[in-house]
């Protein structure tokens, strides 16, 4: 199973900016698909995460700012975030849990980071 995430990049602040990041891996279904930050020097932290059933929770930081939606049938996970600060600045990862393939099953599969970057 692999996660692709893209769409960082450079964005002034109250920009916004539009996270994507496909599942690959003959897959059958995804628990949980959901994104991290990690500002240097800080630890990995939640944003946002989206059930099978289309739950979501956000992290009290980005609240009314960020909005997490999932295409099933994609296996994507969007991030969208508005109103975006400096301290949204991090490398933001997707991540995806209770993976069932065809091979198999994977409890938590991460994918590589994609930077954010939000300049005053």
């Known amino acids: 199973v692999q996660l692709q995430a893209s769409g960082g990049g450079l964005v002034q602040a109250g920009g916004s900016l539009r996270l994507s990041c496909v599942a690959s891996?003959?897959?059958?279904?995804?628990?949980?698909m959901g994104w991290y930050r990690q500002a240097p020097g800080k630890q990995r932290e939640s944003v946002a995460n989206?059930?099978?059933?289309?739950?979501?929770n956000y992290a009290d930081s980005v609240k009314g700012r960020v909005t997490i939606s999932r295409d099933h049938a994609k296996n994507t996970v969007y991030l969208q975030m508005n109103s975006l600060k400096p301290e949204d600045t991090a490398a933001y990862y997707c991540?995806?849990?209770?993976?069932?393939?065809?091979?198999?099953?994977?409890?938590?599969?991460w994918g590589q980071g994609t930077q954010v970057t939000v300049s005053s």
């Open positions: 891996g003959r897959i059958l279904s995804i628990n949980l």
């Open positions: 989206c059930s099978n059933y289309d739950n979501v």
């Open positions: 991540n995806a849990r209770g993976v069932l393939t065809r091979a198999g099953y994977k409890d938590d599969v």
